[in-house]
């Protein structure tokens, strides 16, 4: 059965950044099964993600365009025309940001106001969807936390991410362009960063368990998270892209399901890890750990009819399954 929303795509352009990466290949895989018109944009920087591996199954159905954002005239042939934008290009490891802030200030501010200018001059009616995060919110004040929780980011990267969200809500209110952010919250699937641990601890798990060693869990294991498999949010983007009253909103994604790091390693074991061991946070880690956080997304399900469907253990199965069969493209 079709999705609300998703006749639109036939035979739309569709321009995806970060298209190379995680959620956005599954993102492009999407809309070519639509029969939308993809080109994907990756600056291809190293460390954040993008893996051509990834589309090796629609790479002849795509054009793809190693571009980085910031460059403004190799983008603006390829933002003119588009019908719909997919905002996912930018580096997420909060650690990163930290190490090195200018450089996550380039690639996670410049870059999209660069794209967004040009969106400005050359294609002003392209429907933008950007790719935003929980991170913004900072330590929870309140639980569920809703979209009108305070924002105060506990790092670089949070900050910078928050920015690029202003950037595309200030162009819907001076511009009347039509942007859109997803606040995500712990994105989990098949072609996440695995290689290093520099981007979240679900990706740790996840290599620990195909490794079958021992997971590290930090803190007492308490910490409570929502977690979205990425086809759930893969269906959020073209959900909100596809309906005209997105124009200017923001919408958090979450979860049904509320669970403890500890129980989320626990799935893991069964997986194939061979173990869970407590360790104290490492004080890098410590300083910008934002403790307890899960989301309402009530305000996506009553406007847009959104909701996640799969779980975290299907969605774990279905992950490890993927990279015992491919694990050779992720190392």
Known sequence: MEA????????????????LGFIGSHLARRLVELDADVTIVDAMIPGCGANRWNIHDILSKVTVCEVDLRDREAITPLVRDQAYIFNLAGQVSHIDSMARPLDDLAINCRSHLTLLEVCRNENPGARIVYAGTRQQYGRALRLPVD???PMNPTDV????KMAAEW???LYHDVYGMHTCSLRLTNTFGPGQLIRHAR?????VFIRKALDGEIIQVFGDG???RDYNYVSDVVTAFLLAAADARTAGRVYNLASHEVLSVMQVAEMLVKSGAGGVEIVPFPDDRKRIDIGSYYGSFEKIRAELGWEPRVTVEDGL???IRYYREHLEHYL
């Open 4 to 19: 609300r929303g998703e006749s639109a795509y036939r035979g739309a352009r569709a321009l995806v950044t970060g298209g």
């Open 147 to 149: 979209e009108g929780h």
């Open 157 to 160: 990267n949070g900050i910078n």
């Open 167 to 169: 950037y595309h809500r």
């Open 199 to 203: 981007q979240g601890f679900l990706s």
């Open 222 to 224: 308490s910490q409570l």
């Open 317 to 319: 199965e279905r992950t």
